[in-house]
């Protein structure tokens, strides 16, 4: 079945670095979707992709719809201790059902 | 604040039990998806309902079940509860059946006993 690969899996940085992780299918999306969970809250959408090429910010995250259709990347500049979490792509599969998997996530620690 | 309500928070049972986890979607959303989160793990999808059908269904184990109903909002029977069940259970919700945004709830987190 379908699935979503995110590296790195974790990643510890120190306070002020920049962060990239990117997220890869083996078919194609026609969206992708950055969430950040919260030890046991629910996952926060940050940034929405609906076409190939696209380029989206909020704040200090930005995120790319990649033009094979077949990743995506989240970079975070200059990072914070309240980076912390876990970070989540999804997308919707489209073979006929209209659910949304998800990447297995990449568990940021920030040292401040 | 999602929009997206979940009750309840935290709940505990034991083996063998059955619990309803229930969920409102957000105003105007008419997509409910169920998804588990287990212990250090990815969201499993379950199920999604889109105005009061079911949609798509994902792993979700026969002792489970879930419905739509008319309002809209969403419940999530779990039957002969077993350790393993253990876990997040997560509402999202979206406008349409499928392309758009998703939004989640704060889950309900289910210990079993």
């Known amino acids: 079945g379908q699935q979503l690969n995110q590296s790195p899996q974790s990643m510890f940085i120190q306070e002020g670095e920049d962060v990239s992780m990117n997220c890869t299918s083996s078919s194609i999306f026609n969206t992708w979707l950055w969430y950040k969970q919260d030890p046991g809250e629910g996952p926060v959408l940050l940034i929405a992709l609906y076409k190939a090429g696209e380029l989206t910010s909020n704040g200090r995250l930005t995120a790319q719809f990649g033009i094979t259709r077949k990743d995506s990347f989240l970079n975070i500049s200059a990072s914070i201790p309240s980076d912390v979490g876990i970070y989540f792509c999804?997308?919707?599969?489209?073979?006929?059902?209209?659910?949304?998997?998800f990447g297995t996530g990449t568990r940021l620690k920030v040292l401040a | 604040d999602s929009g997206v309500t979940q009750t309840p928070k935290h709940l505990i049972t034991a083996t063998g039990q059955r619990v309803t986890l229930r969920c409102s979607p957000r105003?105007?959303?008419?997509?409910v998806y169920w998804y588990q989160q287990s212990l250090d793990q990815g969201l499993q999808f379950l199920i999604q309902?889109?105005?009061?059908?079911?949609?798509a269904k994902g792993n979700i184990l026969e002792r489970f079940s879930a419905q739509q109903f008319p309002d809209l909002h969403s419940e999530l029977n779990l039957s002969s509860l077993e350790l393993g069940d253990s876990a997040l259970y997560f509402c999202?919700?979206?406008?349409?059946?499928?392309?758009?945004?998703?939004?989640f709830g704060e889950g309900s987190w289910l210990t079993v006993v």
């Open positions: 999804a997308g919707p599969v489209t073979s006929g059902t209209y659910k949304y998997i």
């Open positions: 999202a919700s979206s406008e349409g059946g499928s392309g758009n945004t998703i939004y």
């Open positions: 309902y889109y105005n009061g059908e079911e949609r």
């Open positions: 105003s105007g959303d008419l997509s």
